[in-house]
T-cell receptor, first 115, second 115 residues
Framework: AQTVTQSQPEMSVQEAETVTLSCTYD???????LFWYKQPPSRQMILVIR??????QNATENRFSVNFQKAAKSFSLKISDSQLGDTAMYFC????????????FGKGMKLTVNP | DTGVSQDPRHKITKRGQNVTFRCDPI?????LYWYRQTLGQGPEFLTY????????KSRLLSDRFSAERPKGSFSTLEIQRTEQGDSAMYLC?????????????FGSGTRLTVV
């Protein structure tokens, strides 16, 4: 079974700084999707960024970028120019290519951006 | 369309009572998912519908849990004879079945407290 591990339960960063959130996963599949979701205190999960495993290029969405290391099964999220609104729980998630539609989530990491 | 809506937002019930939650997905999304999130954990997959067909159920979905999606629109999740261990946030999400997989849209969740 696939597993997702987020080893840092909590981090804090100063506004405007850069922070990196780590995620590792375990799978025997060759093709899959990886995601970072954000869950602000209002509790609605929001997709931050996604990566298809067959793509070598790391995904980027504005201030958010990933470092996808397929051989190492590592998928870290970098947030540049941190903003107060980035304060949230961040979840790394895995989904198989085809077949089941379910996401497998890590335990999450609480990020606090301080003014 | 304002996104995925869930009702109620909060539910407090006594142990042994039955509860039912409702999820209204984005109207053009034909895939609907239920997840459970306990404190300090990431969401765990419960079940998945494509239109009205329930295509996958987790082993977490015991005999006391049942989910329906009549006519492929809204969905209900019922828990019979609630136990304290059922206390959690129940999340609903939907996605289109167009193969692009942009990720789920989550609702704000229903927080269940069993006393």
């Amino acid at each position: 079974a696939q597993t997702v591990t987020q080893s840092q339960p909590e981090m804090s960063v100063q506004e405007a700084e850069t922070v990196t959130l780590s995620c590792t996963y375990d799978t025997s599949e060759n093709n899959y999707y990886l995601f970072w979701y954000k869950q602000p205190p209002s509790r609605q999960m929001i997709l931050v960024i996604r990566q298809e495993a067959y793509k070598q290029q790391n995904a980027t969405e504005n201030r958010f970028s990933v470092n996808f290391q397929k051989a190492a099964k590592s998928f870290s999220l970098k947030i540049s120019d941190s903003q107060l609104g980035d304060t949230a729980m961040y979840f790394c998630a895995y989904r198989r290519w085809g077949g089941s539609e379910k996401l497998v989530f890590g335990k999450g990491m609480k990020l606090t951006v301080n003014p | 369309d304002t996104g995925v809506s869930q009702d109620p937002r909060h539910k407090i019930t006594k142990r042994g009572q039955n509860v039912t939650f409702r999820c209204d997905p984005i109207s053009e999304h034909n895939r609907l998912y239920w997840y459970r999130q306990t404190l300090g954990q990431g969401p765990e997959f419960l079940t998945y519908f494509q239109n009205e067909a329930q295509l996958e159920k987790s082993r977490l979905l015991s005999d006391r849990f049942s989910a329906e999606r009549p006519k492929g629109s809204f969905s209900t999740l019922e828990i019979q004879r609630t136990e304290q261990g059922d206390s959690a946030m129940y999340l609903c999400a939907s996605s289109p079945a167009d193969g692009s997989y942009e990720g789920y849209t989550f609702g704000s969740g229903t927080r269940l407290t069993v006393v």
